[in-house]
Each structure stands twice: as C-alpha cells, then as structure tokens.
C-alpha cells in the first residue's frame, strides 16, 4: 500500500475537466476562517454574474466539450455565497446546461456548495428539478459551528443551517455536508451530529493553513475519525466521509476523486463573475491578487488558461514537489498535500505541507490499522493477511 517514489508518474495535458464558477463574490455571513474575503482583490469583482457573462460562459462550455468530445464536464456553482445570484438564474442555467447535453451529448453535472440560509422551497424545488447536488457548509454541533460561522452582527447561524440541511434531507436531493475540522473537539461530536442529521455523505476538511503559519496539529482527531469511520462501516457501508474515503483509496493505490488528496496535478479552472478566469480559488490563501490572471472567457476559450503563467505556474508546482516529499513513502498516496498547505512566502509552493508530520502519522495508522483487516485472495481459493503479504517489501523511508 506504500508508494515507491522511484514509480514516476507522467501527467499528460487534458482538456479542463472541471469548472468552478463564482456566480457571487459577496456572502450573506461573516464566517472567521473564510479564505475568500482575505484577498481584497475579491471587491473589485462584480457582485453577482451577468447575464452577459453567462451568456459567454455557456458559448464557450458547449464550445470546450464539443472540441474535446468530453462525456461529461461537472460545474461547481460557488461564491461567495452562489444562493445570492437567485434561483432565476440557477434554473436558467441549468436549463441551459441541459440543452448543451440534449444537443452535445456531453453530460454537464450541476453542484452547489452554499451555506444554506437562504434555502427555502422555491431552492428544494429548483435543486431536486434539475438533480443539483449540494453541499452545505455545516461544521458539526452548535458548540464548534457558531465558533466561526457567525452573521455579520456576530451571532451564531447553526440553527438556519440546520434548518437547511434538514429540508435537504428530506426532499430527493443529493445532499452532502463540508466541515472544516476543529482539532479540539472530538471527532465523534462531528460523527454522532451528522448521524443524527440524517447526512450520510460529509467532509471534515483539514483547515487551511500556509507554511508561514502554525496549526494545531491534527493527527489525533483524525485517527479518531479514522477509527469511528472503520467501525460505521465493519458490515456494510454506513456513512461516507470524504477524507478518509479518499485517503484510503489512495493508500490502496487508485486516484483520489478529490484534489487534497493523492498526487495529481490540480487543474481547476475558476470562472469569475466578470468572466475572469483564475487559478484554483483557494490558492487566495497566499495573498491579495494571487489567483488572478489575464485570461477571460470573452477572449479565450477555456483550455487556453493552460498557457496562462500563473495558472501554470500552480498546476506545475501541484506536481514539483519538494525534496522531502519525493523521498516519503506515501509520495503517491499524499502528494505532498494539499497545494495552498504547502505555501510559504520564502519558498512558494516549495515545501512538505504544513501538516506533514500529521499527514505521515495519519498514513501511518491508516495502514497499519487496513494491514490488519485486509487480505488477498489466493488462486487456490485460500487467502493472506495483507500485512504478511507486504512483509519484506519496500517499506521506503521518511
Ligand atoms: S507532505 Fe510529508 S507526508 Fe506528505 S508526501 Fe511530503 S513528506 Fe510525505
């Protein structure tokens, strides 16, 4: 299960196989760790996308999978908070996206990561109508929620939330909840809330940090996550958390579906509400301005953000990783970590993750524990614990 960094893994050129589109670029709550409102740069966007910019957004989508004869291209609809462009424009453009599929052939999945307050029935129906997934911001409990996602008059917004995730729930909506992860609490306050919620698919997220800063470690929360995640789903699968999921595919040698996770260029394009196009959004954590490009979609279709610099520049340190990280064992399984984890203003993206002492820790057990109950199946018909399968293999070196 451990990667020999000697396997070197070629990334060719794709087409763009993911939009992120900032509908809003302004939220309707105060939420502390948000990376979004600590790049200014995010003011001088429009505040909701045109007509006019969406108009150019859907030319140039049937454009790129028509070019590309993509079977799919799956949309994250984002902000800010997306629900503030109104639920016109959400069935409008999903309307629009189903006629790019009726005339292309090329399936366009709809996603909506939101905080959730503004949901109401007219949202449930435009959600469940055009089968958008959604994703809501919700970090657990009220005791650890309201720590951070606050209104703008400082209150606590669990209860809205809850209220939102709770119609989702009921209703055929294909719903998932995004926390991010409070080291201090116990994962199982995260896991018995979600439960008892209803919410079978979640993430706990690790929280954003640079190099240049000092996060609290988070190896034991989650190898507790880890542990309740093993123990839900002993029979039959119970409950999906996303980190762990991903974490044990890639320990168990396949991709991860999720770009914080295993190592594979990150390539995602993020459409802006004036049609700018930007590297991968999160990338503000580093600064003002550190996304942007000179790239928009009125001058250029969406593949050609390949060859804009600093665009490039992230999708290629996704891949370079640092010194240490190509002599780790778990090269191919953590990929250094996840690419703004691994900014410092001295090195840029030249560094282990800022997390890396816990994401080893975290692979450690992780292996030790799947070791212990996995096994493979001999020809005969007899089988072989994994751990005296791996024995004597390459164990590499930290
Ligand atoms: S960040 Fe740490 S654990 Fe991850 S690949 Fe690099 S050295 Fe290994």
Known sequence: MSADAADAVDFTSQPIAQLLV????????????????????????????????????L?????????????????????????????????????ACAAITARTGS????????????????????????????????????????????????GGTHEAVVRAARLLVSRDIRTSALAVCNPAYAPRDYVEFFADCGITHYDIMIPDATVDEKPPAIAGFYNGLFDLWFEANRNRPAVNIRIVTDMVTALLGNNSPTEGVGYNPVELCTVMTDGSVEAHDVLRIAGNGFTQTTFNIFDHALDEI???????????????????????????????????????????????SVYCDDLYAMFENMQNVLEQHLYVQKPGGGRVAMRDALKGGHRGER
């Open 107 to 154: 399936v366009i999945p709809i996603a909506v990561t939101t905080n959730g307050v503004l949901i109401d029935d007219r949202w449930l129906d435009c959600f469940e109508r055009h089968q958008i997934s959604v994703a809501i911001s919700l970090d657990g409990p009220a005791h650890i929620h309201d720590l951070h996602r606050k209104t703008f008059q400082g």
């Open 59 to 95: 030319l140039r989508i049937e454009e790129h999978v028509c070019e590309h004869g993509l079977p799919d291209l799956p949309i994250v609809l984002h902000g800010g908070e997306p629900l503030l462009w109104g639920v016109d424009n959400f069935n409008h453009f999903a309307e």
């Open 306 to 352: 390949r060859n804009e610099p600093r665009w490039r520049a992230a999708r290629d340190a996704s891949i370079n990783l640092a010194a240490k990280c190509q002599r780790c064992k778990f090269l191919n399984v953590c990929g250094g970590g996840y690419l703004p984890h691994r900014f410092s203003k001295a090195n840029g993206y030249d560094n282990p």
């Open 22 to 57: 900032k509908v809003a670029t302004r939220c309707n709550i105060d939420c502390s760790y948000c990376y979004w409102f600590r790049d200014a740069a995010v003011y001088d966007k429009p505040k909701l996308m045109s007509a006019a910019v969406l108009r150019q957004l």
